[in-house]
Antibody, heavy 115, light 109 residues
């Protein structure tokens, strides 16, 4: 079955750029929407943005100026880059496949923004 | 941005009880609403999409209803594993059009 696995640096400094990767196994990334969602410690879910396999994308308006989501079909990966980090970006970052709702999620990767 | 308001914030109930969770949108969203369950340390799990369709493998004790701006998730008879946080989520056709509610925590009394 399809599985997702996020990976990233864990700890990043303020003002730096966060780079995360979501690797899809057991299926293709083609013909699906792929979404990033984050959750600060003890808080609710925040939609970050998505990219469809044809390149169409949409981002959370509050993050749009700092955010890039991309797909690498050769590696079956979805990437997220978020620049100008602040401590408010500290969260668990999830990738999810969107088909009639987010029906497949990765376990998430924790990102702490601290000097 | 379409806001989703979930109520109540917290519910304390016992196994076997029936519960209805509410999700209200700040404007008409039709029926493009989903519900998720999240347990500590886990990713959310899709329960319901398009207001009332159960996701694969979801028990029939979960049901969703509503339209327009008012939606509910009902659990007909609580099982011990149902105590968790529940989120609603909507998607509109507008740019940046996806939002989550703030969640309802279901606690065991």
């Amino acid at each position: 079955q399809v599985q997702l696995q996020e990976s990233g640096p864990g700890l990043v400094k303020p003002s730096e750029t966060l780079s995360l990767t979501c690797t899809v196994s057991g299926g293709s990334i083609n013909n699906y929407f792929w979404t990033w969602i984050r959750q600060p410690p003890g808080k609710g879910l925040e939609w970050i943005g998505y990219m469809y396999s044809n390149g169409n994308s949409d981002y959370n308006a509050s993050l749009k100026s700092r955010l890039t989501i991309s797909l690498d079909t050769s590696k079956n990966q979805i990437s997220l880059k978020l620049n100008s980090l602040t401590p408010a970006d500290t969260a668990r970052y999830f990738c999810a496949r969107d088909r009639d709702g987010y029906n497949i999620w990765g376990p998430g990767t924790m990102v702490i923004v601290s000097s | 941005e379409i806001l989703l308001t979930q109520s109540p914030a917290t519910l304390s109930l016992s196994p076997g009880e029936r519960v209805t969770l509410s999700c209200r949108a700040s404007q008409n969203i039709g029926r493009v609403l989903a519900w998720y369950q999240q347990k500590p340390g886990q990713a959310p799990r899709l329960l319901i999409y398009q207001t009332s369709i159960r996701a694969t493998g979801i028990s029939a004790r979960f049901s969703g209803s509503g339209s327009g701006a008012d939606f509910t998730l009902t659990i007909s008879s609580l099982e011990p594993e149902d105590f968790a946080i529940y989120y609603c989520q909507q998607r509109s056709d507008r740019p940046s059009g996806i939002t989550f509610g703030q969640g309802t925590r279901l606690e065991m009394k």
